[in-house]
């Protein structure tokens, strides 16, 4: 049996687990959470062994000695996954809020962490597991740092309520080199704590310090049944790789082929000069009675070809995930391009949500210490706005004349927004007032006093006398 029948045979889609919010968090609670994450491991050790393309063939039996037993492995996982993480955010996330000194806040908070890279391997970690985790933490310097993380080792379990809050997570590993033994922490809404034991005895150590008021641990998924881009295709992914191995076999079938002869009595040297120089030459009465042939297996060739194109198709057309590779992709104009695109926008529109829902979780976590943002600004971050852009191809002239054809229509920042060369609108339409020589805006915080003190002063001041 195969891992994927071992497995997948009694497969059940992946469940967020849940725990009353009354009840105490004690050692054998967590003991159980980690004991139903351990079922689960085998599910992601799975998935992400796919993805590096230690698939299902390599598991088959070996076949006798004397026939051809390939192995070929198309790894249409990394593909699907690459290619749609690349086309979901390929382009990073932008972020703006309408308070230029929190904005600076969130930049500054981006490039220390190198968001860009960090939120690339959240995305890709999502599409291989269904989801994954990000820790957030403090440093030596009292910066708040981010950091992503598999859920091979991290889990967050949820209250039972309609809302399903986070209620407490565990990150943990075992030691094999000393007895199997559990080290971890468990972080949760009334205290973090170390954990040690083992799987089946988990005790709580000494507290850790707590920063935040809530989780310091955020999960990013694909969808809410937490399945990977590639999950619904793995079979289809493992016949195909079934039937180019035996194509492939096919093939060296047909060079080492059987040479037959009927009708003529061969000795051993008359099979070394036939073999080493490739000459037959019989004659004689009975010449015209012998056959000399090689034996052909039956020529299923463009059955397998079929089979291998149908496997294709719907490799892509169930994972939504467009084969750009395809040679029709580099000929279709923007519009049929776009229907080409159509299903793979779907699932990106999908994950965008999810994304955009993690990302304010983190940056409440970000605005919620004094130390980041004043507390009187601690809302703040539900005014932070998001600027997803699909990494596809663009016809620049046609978004200059469609810009164009705004002005006038719509405001000039609408207008730049759909020139996909433009990545700040805002910071694009200062560049143009500067250029055309625009007057700096007054800037009422950087003046000794109020504008209207000012004028107030000028109105009211008594003339000077002559004499003076």
């Not at 086309?87 to 600076?104: A, C, E, L, T």
């Not at 950091?147 to 091979?152: A, G, K, L, T, W």
């Not at 810009?403 to 759909?418: I, K, P």
Request: aromatic share 12%; proline share 4%; charged share 30%.
């Amino acid at each position: 049996m195969t891992l994927f029948e071992d497995f997948y045979g009694n497969f059940k889609p992946p469940e967020v687990m849940t725990f009353n919010k009354e009840k105490e968090i004690t050692p054998q609670v967590v003991t159980t959470f980690i004991q139903l994450h351990q079922q689960e491991l085998t599910r992601y050790q799975y998935l992400m062994r796919i993805y590096k393309g230690q698939m299902e063939i390599f598991d088959y039996s070996k076949k006798e000695a004397y026939k051809p037993d390939n192995r070929l492995a198309v790894n249409f996982a990394k593909f699907i996954t690459d290619t749609f993480t690349g086309f979901f955010n390929g382009i990073p996330v932008k972020k703006s809020h309408p308070d230029k000194r929190i904005n600076q806040k969130i930049t500054d908070f981006d490039n220390l962490n190198d968001m860009e890279d960090e939120e690339s391997e959240l995305a890709k970690m999502a599409c291989i597991y269904g989801r994954c985790y990000e820790f957030v933490y403090q440093n030596e310097d009292a910066e708040t740092c981010v950091i992503y993380n598999s859920p091979e080792d991290l889990f967050i379990v949820y209250d039972d309520s309609i809302k399903q809050e986070p209620l407490f997570a565990v990150r943990y590993g075992i030691d094999e080199s000393d007895n199997y033994q559990l080290k971890g922490q468990l972080y949760s809404l009334s205290g973090n704590k170390e954990l040690s034991g083992s799987i089946a005895s988990v005790r709580f150590g000494e507290d850790l310090q707590q920063f935040y008021t809530e989780l310091p641990v955020t999960e990013w998924f694909l969808n809410e049944e937490r399945m990977s881009v590639y999950e619904s295709v793995v079979s289809l992914m493992n016949s195909f790789n079934k039937v180019i191995s035996e194509k492939a076999n096919d093939v060296d079938y047909f060079s080492d082929s059987y040479l037959k002869f009927v009708g003529a009595e061969l000795d051993e040297e008359d099979l070394k000069t036939i073999r080493d120089n490739r000459i037959i030459n019989y004659f004689g009465a009975n010449a015209d009675k012998l056959d000399v042939s090689f034996l052909d297996k039956p020529d299923s060739d463009s059955q397998t070809e079929n089979l291998l194109d149908r496997l294709q198709k719907l490799i892509f057309q169930t994972s939504m995930v467009a084969n750009i590779s395809d040679e029709s992709f580099g000929s279709s104009s923007g519009t049929a391009l776009a229907y080409k695109l159509e299903a793979m926008s779907n699932l990106a529109l999908a994950f965008q949500r999810k994304f955009q829902s993690s990302m304010n979780k983190r940056y409440k976590l970000f605005f919620s210490l004094g130390t980041n943002v004043p507390q009187s600004q601690a809302p703040e971050w539900k005014n932070i706005e998001y600027t997803f852009t699909r990494n596809v191809p663009r016809n620049v002239k046609e978004e200059a004349e469609t810009a164009t054809m705004l002005m006038g229509v719509t405001s000039e920042e609408t207008a730049l927004s759909t020139l996909s060369v433009v990545s700040d609108v805002k910071a694009e339409i200062d560049r143009i007032k500067e250029e055309k020589g625009a007057p700096p805006a007054f800037d009422f915080e950087q003046q000794p006093g109020n504008a209207a003190t000012v004028v107030e002063e000028e109105v009211f001041r008594k003339p000077e006398t002559e004499e003076a």
